[in-house]
């Protein structure tokens, strides 16, 4: 920018240079002279100039506000990068202790299951017991002991 404005300045003051050498010519035709064409082309480069150092603060306000704009666009990919994080954990920990119930219930399942065979197994030799006491007293032997009394209720 400070080079727009030295070259500006410069500009201006050739064109008053220039403009000073017109008048102490004293040239008053209606065509204008070479003099008068070398200002109006000196006034036409300093308007240039000024349109130009314009245009230039505004790409530097530009540039500022993209760099702004980078800059909370890179703050919310952080920020949805830490929520996704801790989304995951939040799953990895919810599934793990899922799964973990799910063994249990078949553990659970498998005891109760085992526990169920092991009824019936048990139901099966009392019942084989039964039958072999059956089968003495049919054959002449003692009679099957009588079964054991229930238990009260309160």
């Known amino acids: 920018m400070e080079g727009l404005m030295r070259k500006s300045s410069k500009l201006v003051g050739l064109a008053g240079a220039v403009l000073a050498l017109s008048l102490l010519a004293g040239c008053s035709s209606n065509e204008p002279d070479p003099a008068q064409r070398a200002v109006n082309a000196a006034n036409q480069a300093d308007q240039a100039a000024a349109r130009a150092d314009a245009a230039a603060q505004k790409s530097a306000a530009a540039a500022a506000q993209a760099q702004a704009a980078a800059s909370r666009v890179e703050q919310a990919a952080s920020d949805a990068k830490a929520a996704a994080d801790r989304a995951e954990a939040i799953a990895s920990k919810t599934m793990s202790e899922h799964h973990e119930g799910h063994r249990m219930r078949r553990h659970r399942k498998s005891a109760a299951a085992e526990g ?39």
């Open 116 to 154: 169920a065979a092991a009824g019936a197994a048990a139901g099966a030799d009392a019942g084989a017991a039964a039958g072999a006491d059956a089968g003495a007293a049919a054959a002449g032997g003692a009679p099957p002991p009588a079964p054991a009394p229930a238990p009260a209720t309160p």
